[in-house]
Protein backbone atom coordinates (compact mmCIF):
# COMPACT_ATOMS: atom_id res chain seq x y z
CA UNK A 1 0.00 0.00 0.00
CA UNK A 2 0.79 3.77 -0.97
CA UNK A 3 -0.13 6.78 0.67
CA UNK A 4 -0.76 8.96 -2.61
CA UNK A 5 -0.99 12.63 -3.14
CA UNK A 6 -3.15 13.39 -6.20
CA UNK A 7 -3.15 16.15 -8.64
CA UNK A 8 -5.96 17.70 -9.35
CA UNK A 9 -9.66 18.95 -8.03
CA UNK A 10 -11.62 18.78 -11.09
CA UNK A 11 -14.19 15.23 -12.10
CA UNK A 12 -11.04 13.53 -13.17
CA UNK A 13 -9.64 13.91 -9.41
CA UNK A 14 -13.13 13.06 -7.94
CA UNK A 15 -13.27 9.99 -10.12
CA UNK A 16 -9.82 8.99 -8.70
CA UNK A 17 -10.65 9.33 -5.41
CA UNK A 18 -13.40 6.78 -5.58
CA UNK A 19 -11.91 4.42 -7.55
CA UNK A 20 -8.67 4.44 -4.89
CA UNK A 21 -10.59 4.22 -2.13
CA UNK A 22 -13.15 1.47 -3.38
CA UNK A 23 -10.97 -0.77 -5.67
CA UNK A 24 -7.39 -0.19 -4.67
CA UNK A 25 -4.96 -0.80 -1.40
CA UNK A 26 -4.06 2.41 -1.69
CA UNK A 27 -4.68 5.55 0.21
CA UNK A 28 -4.83 9.00 -0.79
CA UNK A 29 -3.73 11.55 1.90
CA UNK A 30 -4.04 15.18 -0.08
CA UNK A 31 -4.91 16.97 -3.37
CA UNK A 32 -2.48 19.65 -5.10
CA UNK A 33 -2.84 21.76 -7.60
CA UNK A 34 -1.26 24.93 -9.01
CA UNK A 35 -1.56 27.81 -5.95
CA UNK A 36 -3.14 30.21 -8.36
CA UNK A 37 -5.79 27.34 -8.55
CA UNK A 38 -6.61 26.84 -5.20
CA UNK A 39 -10.08 28.23 -4.64
CA UNK A 40 -11.07 25.79 -1.40
CA UNK A 41 -9.10 24.36 1.45
CA UNK A 42 -10.08 20.68 0.48
CA UNK A 43 -11.18 18.12 -2.19
CA UNK A 44 -13.44 14.83 -1.44
CA UNK A 45 -12.48 15.89 2.53
CA UNK A 46 -9.11 15.49 2.15
CA UNK A 47 -6.41 19.21 1.87
CA UNK A 48 -5.41 20.61 -1.44
CA UNK A 49 -1.83 22.13 -1.06
CA UNK A 50 0.34 24.36 -3.31
CA UNK A 51 1.93 21.61 -5.95
CA UNK A 52 4.82 24.55 -5.92
CA UNK A 53 5.47 23.26 -2.47
CA UNK A 54 4.10 19.53 -1.57
CA UNK A 55 7.62 18.01 -1.45
CA UNK A 56 8.04 19.99 1.66
CA UNK A 57 4.85 18.87 3.32
CA UNK A 58 4.44 15.36 1.35
CA UNK A 59 8.59 14.12 0.83
CA UNK A 60 8.60 11.95 -2.31
CA UNK A 61 10.73 9.64 0.14
CA UNK A 62 7.25 8.93 1.86
CA UNK A 63 4.62 9.00 -0.67
CA UNK A 64 3.85 8.51 -4.09
CA UNK A 65 1.77 10.61 -6.93
CA UNK A 66 -0.83 10.14 -8.99
CA UNK A 67 -2.02 12.58 -11.62
CA UNK A 68 -4.93 11.23 -13.41
CA UNK A 69 -5.52 14.45 -16.46
CA UNK A 70 -7.78 14.45 -18.99
CA UNK A 71 -6.78 14.65 -22.32
CA UNK A 72 -6.49 18.54 -22.73
CA UNK A 73 -4.30 20.07 -25.48
CA UNK A 74 -3.36 16.43 -27.22
CA UNK A 75 -2.32 15.17 -23.73
CA UNK A 76 0.01 17.99 -22.85
CA UNK A 77 -1.00 19.34 -19.99
CA UNK A 78 -1.46 15.82 -18.53
CA UNK A 79 2.27 15.07 -19.38
CA UNK A 80 3.56 18.53 -18.53
CA UNK A 81 2.18 17.63 -14.89
CA UNK A 82 4.24 14.01 -15.10
CA UNK A 83 7.34 15.26 -16.20
CA UNK A 84 7.15 18.30 -13.71
CA UNK A 85 6.24 15.50 -10.78
CA UNK A 86 9.01 12.94 -11.61
CA UNK A 87 11.92 16.37 -11.45
CA UNK A 88 10.04 16.78 -7.60
CA UNK A 89 11.47 13.05 -7.16
CA UNK A 90 8.14 11.75 -7.09
CA UNK A 91 7.26 7.66 -8.36
CA UNK A 92 3.85 6.91 -9.38
CA UNK A 93 1.42 4.24 -9.11
CA UNK A 94 -1.26 3.10 -11.44
CA UNK A 95 -4.53 2.38 -11.17
CA UNK A 96 -5.56 -0.54 -12.80
CA UNK A 97 -9.99 -1.64 -12.21
CA UNK A 98 -10.46 -5.20 -10.66
CA UNK A 99 -12.78 -5.53 -12.87
CA UNK A 100 -10.44 -4.90 -16.22
CA UNK A 101 -9.32 -8.48 -17.87
CA UNK A 102 -5.38 -7.69 -17.88
CA UNK A 103 -3.33 -10.39 -19.52
CA UNK A 104 -0.23 -8.74 -19.46
CA UNK A 105 2.03 -7.48 -16.67
CA UNK A 106 3.92 -4.40 -19.35
CA UNK A 107 1.65 -1.76 -17.86
CA UNK A 108 3.78 1.77 -17.06
CA UNK A 109 3.62 4.03 -14.13
CA UNK A 110 0.80 6.92 -13.97
CA UNK A 111 -1.78 4.93 -15.49
CA UNK A 112 -5.64 5.19 -15.03
CA UNK A 113 -7.59 1.57 -16.44
CA UNK A 114 -11.10 1.38 -15.37
CA UNK A 115 -13.93 -1.27 -15.98
CA UNK A 116 -14.21 -3.37 -18.74
CA UNK A 117 -11.25 -2.79 -20.59
CA UNK A 118 -9.65 -6.05 -22.12
CA UNK A 119 -6.27 -5.73 -22.19
CA UNK A 120 -4.74 -8.89 -24.19
CA UNK A 121 -1.03 -11.08 -23.69
CA UNK A 122 1.70 -9.68 -24.96
CA UNK A 123 0.26 -6.04 -25.30
CA UNK A 124 3.11 -2.87 -24.16
CA UNK A 125 1.67 -0.02 -22.25
CA UNK A 126 3.80 2.80 -21.22
CA UNK A 127 3.68 5.62 -19.09
CA UNK A 128 0.85 8.11 -18.21
CA UNK A 129 -1.71 6.25 -20.62
CA UNK A 130 -5.80 6.69 -19.71
CA UNK A 131 -7.69 3.74 -20.80
CA UNK A 132 -11.37 4.90 -19.90
CA UNK A 133 -13.90 2.10 -19.56
CA UNK A 134 -14.92 -0.73 -22.19
CA UNK A 135 -11.89 -0.76 -24.66
CA UNK A 136 -10.29 -3.57 -26.52
CA UNK A 137 -6.80 -3.83 -26.31
CA UNK A 138 -5.55 -6.54 -28.91
CA UNK A 139 -2.74 -9.00 -28.62
CA UNK A 140 1.04 -7.72 -29.30
CA UNK A 141 0.52 -4.41 -29.63
CA UNK A 142 2.08 -1.70 -27.98
CA UNK A 143 0.91 1.70 -26.40
CA UNK A 144 3.68 4.21 -26.08
CA UNK A 145 3.65 7.11 -23.37
CA UNK A 146 0.58 10.13 -22.46
CA UNK A 147 -1.91 8.01 -24.75
CA UNK A 148 -5.40 8.65 -24.19
CA UNK A 149 -8.51 6.17 -24.91
CA UNK A 150 -12.43 7.01 -23.86
CA UNK A 151 -14.19 4.22 -24.08
CA UNK A 152 -15.32 1.14 -26.51
CA UNK A 153 -12.08 1.47 -28.98
CA UNK A 154 -11.05 -1.38 -30.08
CA UNK A 155 -7.32 -1.34 -31.30
CA UNK A 156 -7.09 -4.30 -33.21
CA UNK A 157 -4.04 -6.71 -32.93
CA UNK A 158 -0.25 -5.50 -33.35
CA UNK A 159 -0.71 -2.24 -33.36
CA UNK A 160 1.66 0.40 -32.57
CA UNK A 161 0.28 3.71 -30.88
CA UNK A 162 2.30 7.09 -30.80
CA UNK A 163 2.90 8.88 -28.25
CA UNK A 164 0.09 12.10 -27.05
CA UNK A 165 -2.54 10.06 -29.76
CA UNK A 166 -6.00 9.91 -28.60
CA UNK A 167 -9.21 7.73 -29.19
CA UNK A 168 -12.83 9.06 -29.77
CA UNK A 169 -15.19 6.59 -28.34
CA UNK A 170 -16.19 3.77 -30.75
CA UNK A 171 -13.38 4.26 -33.25
CA UNK A 172 -12.15 1.14 -34.57
CA UNK A 173 -8.35 0.49 -35.69
CA UNK A 174 -7.40 -2.50 -38.19
CA UNK A 175 -4.63 -4.73 -37.00
CA UNK A 176 -1.08 -4.13 -37.82
CA UNK A 177 -1.61 -0.82 -38.31
CA UNK A 178 1.22 2.34 -36.67
CA UNK A 179 -0.85 5.11 -35.27
CA UNK A 180 1.93 8.22 -36.07
CA UNK A 181 2.21 10.35 -32.48
CA UNK A 182 -0.37 13.10 -31.85
CA UNK A 183 -2.77 11.10 -34.02
CA UNK A 184 -6.27 11.76 -33.40
CA UNK A 185 -8.57 9.21 -34.46
CA UNK A 186 -12.16 10.69 -33.83
CA UNK A 187 -15.61 8.95 -32.59
CA UNK A 188 -16.73 5.74 -34.49
CA UNK A 189 -13.91 6.45 -37.06
CA UNK A 190 -13.29 3.12 -38.93
CA UNK A 191 -9.33 3.23 -39.84
CA UNK A 192 -8.61 1.01 -42.42
CA UNK A 193 -5.02 2.47 -43.02
CA UNK A 194 -2.09 0.47 -42.20
CA UNK A 195 -0.26 3.87 -41.07
CA UNK A 196 -0.84 7.36 -39.66
CA UNK A 197 0.85 10.63 -40.15
CA UNK A 198 2.14 12.12 -37.01
CA UNK A 199 -0.02 15.00 -35.87
CA UNK A 200 -2.92 13.62 -38.40
CA UNK A 201 -6.66 13.90 -37.71
CA UNK A 202 -8.72 11.12 -39.33
CA UNK A 203 -12.58 10.62 -39.28
CA UNK A 204 -15.21 8.50 -40.80
CA UNK A 205 -15.94 4.85 -41.96
CA UNK A 206 -13.80 4.08 -43.75
CA UNK A 207 -11.60 7.36 -41.87
CA UNK A 208 -10.26 9.34 -43.79
CA UNK A 209 -7.28 12.01 -43.18
CA UNK A 210 -8.40 15.61 -42.33
CA UNK A 211 -6.72 18.66 -43.47
CA UNK A 212 -6.46 20.05 -40.13
CA UNK A 213 -3.08 18.82 -37.44
CA UNK A 214 -4.48 17.58 -34.33
CA UNK A 215 -1.42 20.08 -33.41
CA UNK A 216 -3.79 23.17 -34.02
CA UNK A 217 -7.43 21.49 -31.72
CA UNK A 218 -8.10 21.73 -27.81
CA UNK A 219 -9.35 19.16 -26.84
Not at 121 to 135: A, C, D, R, T, Y
Not at 146 to 151: A, I, L, N, R
Request: charged fraction near 20%; proline fraction near 4%; glycine fraction near 8%.
Amino acid sequence: MAKVVVFGTELVAELAHYYLTNDSEHEIVAFTVNQEYIKEDTFCGLPIVPFENVTELFPPAEYKFFAPLSERKMNMVRAKVYGEAKEKGYSFISYISSRATVLTDQIGENCFILEDNTIQPFVKIGNNVVLWSGNHIGHHGEIKDHVYFTSHVVLSGRCVVGEYSFFGVNATIRDGCTIGEGTLIAMGANLTKTKTEPWSIWKGNPAVKSEVSSKDINL
